[in-house]
């Protein structure tokens, strides 16, 4: 079964955050980044019960922490909250991982200061937001570093006392993202009028409304175990919405592409072992699949081309470089580019990978070592990000797995 999303998990915590009274989430997903975003929401006011498979949220009142916001290494979590900041009565800190803190969010701090809102990177790379009153008006920022951005605008635009205008100065990368902002907003009473390319976004001041919001399966997440239906033999992987805004849904049509025997049902996807040929896929609106479809690559037969995969060097890690070091450990010949990957598949061969502390690379090398054998994930924890119970499916799978 696929976990929760991660994704619509964090947008149904700042929404109901937002919404003044109680609001359920149903069937979240708990992992690291997610606790991330709870404890962040609580130093500012926001009351969660955590249940069994649902929290319960009591929103809409703010007040000034005592401490600092630490987002561990969630970035979702840094990005949205530093707006929703802009609405909280006095001053907030927010600090995070290395990691995270070396990843760029001042063109998010440049569009809130257009809107009227103090706030600033401080020496130690934290972002520090004086809130307590958002004015609204226009502001514009560049749609091709990270969509969390504008998510993170659209999430406060309705608060504003003049409502927002948002304009793109570039074309929206990652639109599948901005889409179930916009769904999840509209989940909790919220409109937003939007051009249908995605770069200009206009919300009047309105309410949030409390609901009861259902969080779907995740298609990053599953496609790690659909992808090693193709390299290892038949999975069926549950609680999927094939009809799913998410972008990395479209796992399907590369599995298919490159000769995985794929049959999508209700609310399931079955994936079988089929010899797999390469592909050309622009990862443009999906850069989270960069290493499982990477790992398909390698184990098909020719040369595969994957680009649309800059912003992939702004992520946990610089995953461009980390997919081909961890291919060129495995004798799979790779060539890397600024925006483009090549990689000749050929039998890989087991060996020692640095996760560099990202989860999707662990997972992705995970699907290679489970097919050859002899292959150690260092920093293998770091699945807990978004996947804690990770290991324990690959067990089930039939995956020889031993954690050290």
């Known amino acids: 079964m696929a976990p929760s999303s991660k994704s619509y998990t964090i947008r149904g915590l700042m929404s109901a955050a937002l919404a003044r009274g109680q609001s359920q989430i ?3 997903l708990g992992a690291d980044d997610t606790a991330a975003s709870l404890e962040v929401l609580n ?3 926001i009351g969660v019960v955590q249940g069994k498979d649902s929290w319960q949220v009591s929103g809409g009142n703010f007040c000034a922490p005592d401490t600092d916001l630490f987002c561990r290494e969630s970035a979702a979590t840094l990005r949205f909250m530093t707006a929703i900041c802009s609405l909280v009565p006095g001053k907030c800190r927010l600090t995070s991982s290395p990691s995270l803190a070396v990843r760029p969010i001042e063109p998010l ?10 706030c600033h990177q401080d020496e130690a790379a934290s972002v520090v937001v004086d809130g307590g009153k958002l004015r609204g008006g226009t502001t514009e920022l560049p749609g091709n570093i990270s969509s969390q951005y504008v998510s993170a605008l659209l999430l406060i635009s309705p608060l504003a006392e003049e409502g927002i205008k948002i304009r793109l100065t570039t ?6 993202f901005i889409l179930m902002t916009l769904e999840c907003l509209q989940m909790f009473g919220i409109r937003v009028d939007s051009s249908p390319d995605l770069r200009e976004f206009e919300t009047p001041r309105q309410i949030y409304q409390p609901a009861s919001y259902i969080v779907e399966g995740d298609w990053s997440s599953a496609s790690y175990l659909l992808a090693l239906g193709a390299l290892a033999g038949e999975v069926v992987v ?3 919405n094939p009809e799913s805004l998410q972008g990395d849904k479209v796992i399907v049509n590369f599995l298919r592409e490159m000769g995985a025997l794929v049959n999508i049902g209700q609310n399931s996807v079955t994936v079988g072992k089929s010899p797999l040929k390469a592909i050309r896929a622009d990862l443009t609106d999906c850069i989270d699949l960069l290493p499982t479809v990477a790992v398909l690559a390698a184990a098909a037969d020719g040369t595969s081309e994957l680009t649309g995969i800059e912003r992939a060097r702004l992520k946990e890690s610089d995953r461009v470089f980390a997919v081909r070091a961890g291919l060129e450990r495995m004798g799979i010949k790779t060539v890397e580019e ?4 090549t990689i000749t598949g050929s039998p890989p061969k087991g060996s020692l990978i640095d996760s560099r502390g990202d989860h999707r690379i662990a ?14 994930i260092e920093g293998a924890e770091c699945v807990s990000k978004t996947y804690p119970e990770f290991w324990e499916t690959l067990k089930k799978l039939g995956g020889k797995v031993k954690l050290e």
Do not use: C, W, Y
């Not at 600024?338 to 990957?341: A, S, T």
């Open 26 to 28: 149903i069937h979240p």
């Open 43 to 45: 130093k500012i006011g």
């Open 109 to 118: 701090v440049e569009a809130l200061r257009q809107l009227g809102i103090d």
């Open 171 to 176: 074309p929206l990368e990652s639109q599948p």
């Open 238 to 240: 549950e609680n999927l």
């Open 338 to 341: 600024r925006n483009r990957l």
């Open 363 to 376: 997972m992705a090398f995970s699907l290679l070592g489970t097919v050859v054998g002899g292959t150690a």
